[in-house]
């Protein structure tokens, strides 16, 4: 009803512009004044413009594929709308199997999804193309999973629902097949991701504490055999044995430590701290660590105040694990600077935790994967040093968690920088 009536005002307006610049092209030709045609022209231009909106109104309305997803476009009613406002990616197929409508946030999960295309679009899967055949033919619900290789590595699990209404009164209206099957998109690819994650984590963390386990109980059955009668034997091999109980106990405070930073890490900091302040006495407590590896450690604060949204003690173990990395993989005997700066990034200022050292850096292709738990450059050495593999990985979930970031600039030869950066507060809230 609503389409007709458009229709004809926009037959009619067409008629009075066509009528409009002909009666202008005759006024002149027969002479009379340039303002009567003037006038002519601008009441053509005035309903030209007309048109063309209500052509766009047009087009938005019938395809239904211009919905704004914010309350751009007007209330629209039908199934249409209420497949545009669930928030699952979701199409609709008609009797042919071709599809009618893409809602949305299918539209953002498969590119190759368009009104008018077919399903194979997706995927040329054949039990998924099957089960389409089938669900038109005897309307029972189905379910797939199709694996996608192209263009990234993809599961989906589609159900296929047909209808039994046919919505026949709502698609003579707007001139389209009425829907007979609504798909119904769940991409697995995350819940995938997350499962090999929790694998390899696992994998990972047993392997670091088999490796000082293996060793203790090798040692014990030495001290139980053959070093029993050998008190020098015994000082020697007790001094290995308490060197891996404190790794093992490292890796497990480490692991409680991510588990604890990632627990949180939807809830950011609400106290105000002064981040000189912070920084300076995780500084102090580290001066021991730095004196026992010859090296200095210096430090230049920022002026004024530096007030950010902080965890005290997240940002001492922040700055704890980047000076301890400096110390551990820098120059022996070299300098650790750790200074905090102000930075502008866009309209907002932001504070910035940089740690520098000059060792031997570290090559581009290890630096986007540091913050992985377990990832070494060389793990070797890293072991040797006491190093869990974990401490970065803490780092950036603090980072996360102060809706911050850790930034890493390494150069072969040169050393390197690890900064993290967090917003700066006005003043503290009791100010
Ligand atoms: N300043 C640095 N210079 C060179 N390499 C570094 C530096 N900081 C970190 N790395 C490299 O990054 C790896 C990961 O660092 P991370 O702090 O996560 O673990 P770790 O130091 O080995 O152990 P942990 O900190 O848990 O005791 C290190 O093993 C090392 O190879
Ligand atoms: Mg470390």
Known sequence: MLATATDRIRRRALLLVVAAIVGGICALLAGVSAWLFALGACLALGLAALIGLDDDGGAFARDGEHHGRFGEAEPVGGWRAVLDAV?????????????????????????????????SLLTRDP????????????????TVEVQERVPIDRRVRITLTALAETFEDEAATDAGSPPRVIM????????????????????????????????????????QGRASSD?????????????????????????LSLSRVEM?????????????????????????VARASEATLTFIPCEGPAIVLGETDE??????????????????G???????????????????????????????????????????VNAKSSREKGGTGLGLAIVKHIANRHRGELRIESELGKGSIFTFVIDEQARRPSD
């Open 87 to 119: 928030p699952d990616p979701i199409l609709a197929l008609d009797e042919a199997g071709t599809i009618i409508h893409v809602n949305p946030a299918a539209r953002e999960l498969h590119v190759n999804a368009r009104v008018g295309g077919q399903p």
């Open 184 to 223: 119904a998109l769940h991409d697995l690819t995350e819940q995938d991701r997350l499962g090999r994650m929790r694998v390899d984590f696992v994998a990972n963390a047993s392997h670091e504490l088999r490796t000082p386990l293996a060793s203790l109980v090798g040692f014990i059955e030495t001290l």
């Open 127 to 142: 039990e998924f193309l099957q089960a389409i055949d089938e669900v038109i033919d005897d309307g029972r619900q189905r």
């Open 315 to 332: 940002i001492v173990q922040v700055v704890q694990n980047l000076v301890q990395n400096g110390l551990k993989y820098g120059r022996p």
């Open 231 to 255: 008190p020098a034997a015994q000082q020697r091999f007790l001094g290995i044995m308490s060197q891996q109980a404190a790794r093992m106990s490292r890796l497990v405070e480490d692991l």
């Open 334 to 376: 070299g300098t650790v600077e750790v200074a905090v700066r102000r930075i502008r990034q866009g309209p907002s200022m932001r504070l910035a935790v940089a740690v520098r050292d000059k060792g031997p850096g570290i090559a581009p292709d290890h630096l986007p994967r540091l913050t992985e738990r377990f990832y070494r």
């Open 264 to 288: 949180r890490e939807h809830l950011p900091p609400r106290t105000a701290i002064d981040l000189n302040e912070t920084v300076a006495a995780a500084i102090q407590a580290l001066e021991p």
